[in-house]
């Protein structure tokens, strides 16, 4: 009695232990396991962020510095993201950003790519030089566009 009773713990644990691991692997993958400390914000203005979401990377020469805190409106009617950044960055004042594509049809992140001034930007501070997405409908509908004109002449 009492071996199957000490098997029957032993799965018990098992299982336990399977379902924290997955836990575990659930957060770290959907991003809501913290990510890198942040409390440096920074805000960008885009003319089209194209699929740009919440959480999504924000990267320095390809490495995670930070992420996405929000998207929203502005009063320009241009898409004001709000980025959460590590404290210790010292970023000039003319560093741009970018929104780039993982990929061919991957997520999207947000490049930051730094400037040369000597001043720097501080918290809360607004990032002025801002590429949009490149929205691959819009560049296939130009290029089938352009094409129907040339075959018309």
């Not at 914000?41 to 919440?54: H, Q, S, T």
Request: hydrophobic fraction near 45%.
């Amino acid at each position: 009695m009492e071996s199957r009773s000490g098997r029957d713990v032993m799965v018990g644990v098992f299982v336990l232990a399977g379902l924290l691991a997955t836990a575990y692997l659930s957060f770290s993958i959907g991003g809501l396991g913290g990510g890198p400390p942040g409390g440096f914000r920074l805000v960008v203005g885009f003319d089209e962020i194209g699929g740009l979401k919440v959480r999504a990377p924000v990267v320095i020469a390809g490495v995670r510095v930070g992420q996405v805190a929000s998207i929203d409106l502005g009063d320009d009617y241009r898409a004001r993201v709000l980025l959460d950044v590590g404290p210790t960055l010292e970023l000039p004042v003319d560093t741009s950003a970018s929104i780039m594509t993982a990929g061919i049809l991957g997520d999207r992140y947000v490049s930051l790519q730094l400037g040369g001034e000597a001043d720097l930007l501080a918290p809360d501070d607004e990032i002025t030089f801002s590429e949009s997405a490149v929205l691959l409908e819009r560049v296939i509908g130009k290029l089938v566009h352009n094409a129907s004109v040339e075959g018309e002449e």
